[in-house]
């Protein structure tokens, strides 16, 4: 069986908790998109992992976590990612594969990212890591991939090239000094060294997997809503985090994807600048943030909080064709008197009730509420569907019948415990 899993809203759904659980039927896992602008937490005991790289399946032993080729790379980051594992006694080299075809991103594109930032009239509010640069690297045909990594003489030929177009640009656009070529090249050599034995074509290893009937987790970063096509754009980020991302991203087929799962929270999150129509008000953000711990975990920024957004999800389920959904972080709403439940938003008159690709109606359309009997003063910790709260039950059916797609996983907390199947 392969399965996609996939964030339905804009990131931080808890797609980490969810992959490590399922990591344990699956014998491989791959990510297929974005770079360490992603933040994957998993909480087994009383330790806490945030995975930016190495796919979140790692922590189960004889795993293979695979990085493909539709991600993109900073060897700094993956190289301390690996140490910290280690440190926590967790090999990770003999069970990690790195796409050839990955691109890497390199000092140039993170500085670039920031300096668009502050340059910019709108703000993306981009994790400052590169992501995009990178990104339109790939696509202007001048990136360096981790292959580059292992020929000296390609290598130093294409950085050459970007740092002589690149330099200019830093100094007369951004006065930026520029980048130091020989600096560089010796050190993302010395990364070819290190990852010389993970870098492999990780396309005709997943497929040599599917034909020997192996399991093949795909781990999603980011949400749907930070799709480069289908998301709030340009509010989003650089790759395609819905399902298709999963092909394109690892050279394996849509023919041998058999389910692909949604991750959504119990509630609505943003990191970053852009339109959030069910966003609560700065008062009740406050209260939800703490209560629900909502803090980046990559860069610790605080997290815009608001209600479920059904045309958000519903629109998810279709773009990626999930058939099942797994509901996170449903005890951070325990103890409020009343839910709210977004099922429409009404612009100029006019009421919507698919998600509007019209980035203005999004920016300024009112939301339409349900607003539903919460479960005040709960405090069992619910181990099977029905030590929920009816009220809890109840707001789940709810959504399940709007959005089109049945709820499978309940998650309660942030260790594999508190999770109902
Ligand atoms: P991801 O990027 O989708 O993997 O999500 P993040 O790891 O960025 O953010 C999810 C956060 O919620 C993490 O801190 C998780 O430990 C935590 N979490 C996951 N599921 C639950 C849950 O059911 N309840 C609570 N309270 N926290 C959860
Ligand atoms: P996970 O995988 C939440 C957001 C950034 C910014 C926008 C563009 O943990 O769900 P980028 O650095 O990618 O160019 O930033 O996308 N963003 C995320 N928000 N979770 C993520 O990843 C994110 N990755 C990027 O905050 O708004
Ligand atoms: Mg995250």
Redesign the pocket.
Known sequence: MNTVIV?TQW?????????DILSGEADYVVRFQGGNN??????VGNK?Y??HLIP?GILHKGKICCIGNGAVIDPKVLFQEISDLKSAGINASSRLKISSLAHVILPYHRILDQLRETKRKYKIGTTGRGIGPCYADKITRCGIRMIDLLNPVVFGEKLSDNLKEKNEIFKKVYKHPGFNLASIYKEYLNYGKIFSGYICNVSSLLNKAIELKKDILFEG???TFLDIDFGTYPFVTSSSSTVGGACIGTGVSAVKINKVVG?A??YT?RVGEGPFPTEFSERFNRFIRE????F???TGRPRRCGWFDCLMVKEAVVLNGISELAV?????LDGLKKIKICVAYKYKGKEFKEFPQDLEVLQSANPVYKEIPGWPNYVIRPKVYQDLHPNARAYLDRIQGIVGAKINI??????RE??IF
């Open positions: 964030g990131g931080d759904e808890g797609k980490g908790k969810i992959i992603a933040g994957h937490t998993v909480v806490e945030i995975f979140s970063a980011q949400g991750v929270k119990a999150t209560k629900g711990n909502e980046g975990s990559t996170m972080k449903l005890d951070v309940v998650s309660v907390g942030s260790a508190d999770t």
